[in-house]
């Protein structure tokens, strides 16, 4: 987790359990780990409604672009990863990353 945190693209990550525990945050920048957690867990669960509903079958990831930075939400195993990039991050190639690593992301965390 400190090394996916540590990367020069990522300022903060946050993993949480798919009933909205934090199991651990780490970063650059501060997260309330407890309030993500829990807003992570109530996204995901409508998340999945909506791709279900549209006949997209299961939720992977999304990102939610804000005035303020990015925040990409993905599936790990059972789990949700929570991923703050650097304002000054390439977002696309963190989304490669998340998306053709993902297996490989489990045991590390």
């Known amino acids: 987790m400190r090394g996916f945190a540590d990367r020069a693209d990522v ?3 946050v993993l949480l359990s798919g009933d909205g525990l934090p199991i651990q945050a780490a970063g650059r920048r501060p997260v309330d780990a407890e309030s993500a957690a829990a807003l992570a867990a109530t996204f995901t669960r ?4 909506l791709t279900d509903a549209a006949g997209l079958g299961g ?6 672009e804000t005035d303020r930075g990015l925040a990409v939400v993905t599936r790990v195993g059972t789990d949700w990863l929570v991923v703050l990039p650097a304002d000054d991050a390439d977002a696309g190639a ?10 490989a992301l489990l045991p590390l965390l």
């Open 11 to 13: 300022a903060a990550v």
């Open 46 to 49: 409508h998340a999945g409604a």
């Open 59 to 64: 939720f992977e990831t999304a990102v939610l």
């Open 94 to 103: 963190l989304l490669y990353d998340l998306r053709c690593h993902r297996a």
